[in-house]
């Protein structure tokens, strides 16, 4: 069986970022019959990621590693991606 979209966007995250928080919410059925939607069930999604290596990067810089860590996904198998990146709070 073929992994789905949101397995693999997670298995690239983990891989790519060893978060300490990661959330993949299928946005979809949202979305069904609107623009973008294929029908495929996974064509729109909200990732909540948390990891050390978003620390001191702005919210472009943190959009632009999700994506570049997720290749071809977005834009070419999946229509919307939102993205919350954020990186743990330190104390001191």
Sequence with gaps: MA?????????????????????IVNDSAKHRGHMGDDGSGES????????????HKSRL??????NGALGDIP???????????TAPETTT
């Design 75 to 85: 834009g070419d198998r999946v229509h919307a991606l939102a993205i919350k990146a």
């Design 61 to 66: 810089a943190r959009q632009r590693m999700v």
């Design 3 to 23: 992994e789905s979209v949101a397995d693999e966007m997670e298995r690239l995250l983990r891989e790519a970022f060893a978060p300490t928080s990661l959330e």
């Design 44 to 55: 729109h999604f909200t990732i909540l990621i948390e990891a050390p290596a978003f620390a």
